[in-house]
């Protein structure tokens, strides 16, 4: 039976994550609180929910959890239209080459389905994946198996038959969980991650990449 390749989106298919902390640290500074950027980098991987849930209690913050997500969602969208967003570096390449395998994609982030959606659309690889699951889909988040069980179902897939790539502790933490063999990928721009875990990690999207990740 072929593999299914299952991404995680931010930091692995989408260089957003710069973006994700900007809007965050933006909006905590509009409280009066200040924070490290690298403050930021324990939210990796998690849902918006755990995060923004943490930081109210942390930081005693005033409104609801719902609507600090929501604000989150505009400000990273402000950004994202003043910014731009580009696709990891090799990674569109790799994907159209699993394709070309006939091997079974999907994407399972934590983020929301409309701002994963709105990434496969402006990067032309929306018709690639077979499935998409959102965090927000799943009653558990990453280090939880969840997403990446829920993605299994969806391609019609076993666990021992998916290998996951993921660039966060968290996500590395949930393929393992799910049985699955995960690539971590650990760009050697970005912020460094725990993610020892994995079962090879690559540090960027070379030519050879496919035949390593179906061996």
Known sequence: MKLAVIFDMDGVIADSEYLNVKAKHLMLKQEGIEVDWHYHDQYFGT?????????KQEFNLKQDVPYYIQKWVKTRKELVNKEGIQPMPGVINL???L???QISLAVASSSL???IMENMK?????????AFVSGSECKNGKPDPEIFLK???MLG????????VEDSTAGVQAAKAAGMKCVGYAPRQAVKQDIHQADWI???FEENIVEKILE
């Open 47 to 55: 849902t918006h929910e755990f995060m923004w849930t943490k930081m």
């Open 95 to 97: 994907i159209h080459k």
């Open 99 to 101: 394709q070309e395998r």
């Open 113 to 115: 389905k409309e701002d």
């Open 122 to 130: 402006a990067f032309q690889i929306e018709d690639c994946f077979q």
């Open 151 to 153: 993605a299994a179902k």
């Open 157 to 164: 897939k076993e666990s021992k038959d998916c290998v996951v």
């Open 202 to 204: 690559l540090h960027d």
